[in-house]
């Protein structure tokens, strides 16, 4: 008799097990000013401004050209100066308190603005009187657009922090849950074998363990891809004993895919569901195809099953599931990410796209054999 042996690597200093540590950098709730994206989006937004204001100045015609292009000098120097310093002070920033980085930012801002605009009265030459004015006025629209600028890049923190939270709930229900139709069935399938065939009964539990261990095991938001098959083929081994030739499985796996980065618990629920629903009703069983291959910039997973008529239940069961695994690929992936599902006479397909990227770090826990 095989003896397997399981052993669990020290924790990674630098993926703590507690996933709620952080780097402040990540979590701060002022963006990253030095992205590309970043600085597309504040100067066009700087712009929209400046030509409300030109509209609003001008007396004839729809917008005074001459303050339109005086106005989006001085804008853009100070946003774009702005941004560059509190991109290069972004670290110590993330490191104080929501209050102070708040007055330091709009600090910097004002001066910024200060320091512009006694450059543009040298240049410009304007009368005495006016311009202490000038600077004044444009300190106080400095002021303003910066404080709702923050306000607004604070509130979205807040909201992309409750939705991260949610979807970490999400993940542990989904960790948490397991089938008692499932477990019974299975510990009922192991029984009947431990007298007959105690071999098949030994990789049946070791397979049955492994799953335990990948429904507890929540500090991975991503595995590899090679690591979710596993945990498929191990499920549907389980399956297999019970169902008997009821159960049939076809695999096609592109080459080259095994650190694509996955969610975990994606494809084995799909699998399960498929199972649930779609082979087991039926008296002479069905197919299941899983398929895995790429496409351009995407990786194309598929979960095809022989499709019967269930109950509302099932469809509600189904629907919950697969909502589930949408809202944290989503929430990993972004709006790349998409999960379609079709009926198409006899067959149900469950297909997710994910943007291509390799996982270059080791999973967190894995499993050592011995003969």
Request: hydrophobic letters at 45%; aromatic letters at 8%.
């Amino acid at each position: 008799m095989r003896l397997r042996q399981y052993t669990i690597p020290p924790p990674d200093k630098e993926t703590p097990l507690n996933s709620n540590k952080r780097d402040p950098v990540d979590t701060f709730f002022i963006p990253d000013l030095c992205r590309v994206r970043a600085v597309f989006l504040l100067v066009i937004t700087s712009e929209l401004l400046v030509l409300v204001l030109a509209i609003v100045q001008a007396d004839t015609g729809w917008v005074d050209w001459n303050y339109f292009g005086l106005l989006s000098l001085f804008v853009q120097w100070t946003t774009l100066t702005s941004a560059a310093l509190i991109c290069l002070l972004r670290g110590w920033l993330a490191r104080l308190s929501v209050a102070r980085a708040t007055v330091i930012v709009v600090a910097i801002v004002l001066a910024d603005v200060l320091a512009f605009s006694l450059f543009a009265e040298e240049v410009l030459h304007p009368a005495p009187g006016t311009a202490v004015q000038s600077i004044a006025r444009k300190l106080l629209v400095a002021l303003l657009i910066v404080l709702m600028t923050l306000r607004y890049f604070y509130l979205q923190h807040q909201w992309r922090l409750q939705r991260e939270a949610e979807i970490g709930a999400r993940l542990t229900a989904l960790h948490a849950r397991i089938q008692p139709h499932f477990l019974f069935n299975s510990m009922n399938t192991i029984a009947s074998l431990i007298a007959t065939r105690p071999e098949q009964a030994e990789e049946a539990v070791l397979d049955l363990s492994e799953l335990f261990r990948a429904n507890l095991r929540t500090t991975d938001p991503l595995v590899p891809l090679a690591q979710e098959l596993d945990l498929c083929r191990r499920y549907l081994a389980i399956e297999a004993l019970r169902l008997g030739d009821r159960l049939r499985v076809e695999w096609v796996i592109a080459d080259g895919l095994e650190q694509q980065a996955i969610p975990p618990l994606t494809l084995q629920p799909l699998v399960e569901n498929a199972i649930y629903h779609g082979i087991q009703p039926r008296p002479g069983g069905g197919t299941i195809r899983i398929e895995v291959s790429p496409g351009g910039e995407f990786v194309y997973l598929m979960v095809q099953n022989s499709k019967v008529e269930t109950d509302t239940r099932h469809r509600r069961g189904n629907r919950v599931a697969l909502a589930n695994i949408e809202a944290r690929v989503r929430a990993l992936f972004g709006e790349t990410a998409v999960l379609k599902h079709s009926q198409q006479q006899d067959t149900y397909t469950v297909t997710i796209r994910l943007p291509r990227r390799p996982l270059n770090r080791p999973p967190g826990a894995r499993t050592r054999d011995t003969e």
